[in-house]
Nanobody, 117 residues
Framework: QAQFVESGGGLVQPGGSLTLSCTPVPGARSFDHMGWYRQAPGKQREFVAGIARGGGTTIPESLKGRFTVSRDDNKNTVTLKINNLQPEDAAVYYC???????????WGQGTQVIVSS
């Protein structure tokens, strides 16, 4: 069962910015490690950002400088900000916990990001 709902996607021009939100469904618990992933048409889902409960973050080298992840443990929410969006960033973005305590958590519906002029 999905524990979180993604929102904030939309149509953005190249070079623009977006902030994606990950909010818990009623009754969802918090997790030590939260991740953001994306899947573009015809491609495998890929990891784009992770954040631990203490605030430590992991972002692939190729995305550093443009992707920023943060969390609010009081609200059990996670945010992904993407700057300088490029056409290759177009995808459906998902948030999902990972790690040993996240076993059995399903993927949510995701939020679609379209980058086009």
């Amino acid at each position: 069962q999905a524990q979180f709902v993604e929102s904030g996607g939309g149509l953005v021009q190249p070079g623009g910015s977006l902030t994606l939100s990950c909010t818990p469904v009623p009754g969802a618990r918090s997790f030590d490690h939260m991740g953001w992933y994306r899947q573009a048409p015809g491609k495998q889902r890929e990891f784009v950002a992770g954040i631990a409960r203490g605030g430590g973050t992991t972002i692939p080298e190729s995305l550093k400088g443009r992707f920023t992840v943060s969390r609010d443990d009081n609200k059990n929410t996670v945010t992904l900000k993407i700057n300088n969006l490029q056409p290759e960033d177009a995808a459906v973005y998902y948030c999902k916990p990972f790690g040993s305590t996240a076993t059995g958590v399903s993927w949510g519906q995701g939020t679609q990001v379209i980058v086009s002029s």
